[in-house]
């Protein structure tokens, strides 16, 4: 159950542009991103909701594909501070989400 | 207002014991799920709590087991530890504990088991 994330890592210097990939092989009622900073707790990013609904922050973007259970996560005009490794969470109508393996995310001066 | 708090945050215990970890939700949530996080396999789902009775399981062995009180706060209990069990455990909770509703995490606890 648990959604896969592509890329695994990526490095970019400031300025560039990145996406990053979750697919799932279950339907999805909801995809949900969080970044994690080294010894931090996740953080919210935004969720997607089926019907194409979307809760977040303005400066972070993303689509949901439910036909494909694929969501993706648009980070543009990188800044060092969005070093971190990025999660996507899949789940039903609960308070549980299944999480990919993350990409690391790390962005350099 | 405060945010979610899980103590101990960080706990060493040796093979064979048992443990428990605790989490107070931010105030005024009744949802509260666990995750193990380890390296290899990153967040993996443990189990959710609402309103003190455990909604959605994962699949982890039976020694991993949790209750949750009328106060939100929750707790959770590994029983005869091994090695593989050191991980960071986070919980997070939710106002609603829908999955159009976005969760709170905690620091965590770091488990190391010797």
């Known amino acids: 159950q648990q959604p896969v994330q592509s890329p695994q890592a990526v490095i970019l210097r400031e300025g560039e542009d990145a996406v990053i990939n979750c697919s799932s092989s279950k339907a999805l009622y909801s995809v949900h991103w969080y970044r994690q900073k080294h010894g931090e707790a996740p953080v919210f990013l935004m969720i997607?909701?089926?019907?194409?609904e979307q809760k977040g922050h303005e400066k972070i973007s993303a689509s949901f594909n439910e036909k494909k259970q694929q969501s993706s996560l648009y980070l543009t005009a990188s800044q060092l501070s969005y070093s971190g490794t990025y999660f996507c969470g899949t789940g039903g109508t609960g308070n549980q989400f299944y999480f990919g393996t993350g990409t690391s995310l790390t962005v350099i001066p | 207002k405060a945010g979610v708090t899980q103590t101990p945050r960080y706990l060493i215990k040796t093979r064979g014991q048992q443990v428990t970890l605790s989490c107070s939700p931010i105030?005024?949530?009744?949802?509260v799920s666990w995750y193990q996080q380890t390296p290899g396999q990153g967040l993996q789902f443990l189990f959710e709590y609402f309103s003190e009775t455990q909604r959605n399981k994962g699949n982890f062995p039976g020694r991993f087991s949790g209750r949750q009180f009328s106060n939100s706060r929750s707790e959770m209990n590994v029983s005869t530890l091994e090695l593989g069990d050191s991980a960071l455990y986070l919980c997070?909770?939710?106002?609603?504990?829908?999955?159009?509703?976005?969760?709170?995490f905690g620091q965590g606890t770091r488990l190391t088991v010797v």
């Open positions: 105030s005024g949530h009744r949802s």
């Open positions: 997070a909770s939710s106002l609603a504990g829908r999955g159009d509703t976005e969760a709170f």
């Open positions: 997607l909701l089926k019907g194409g």
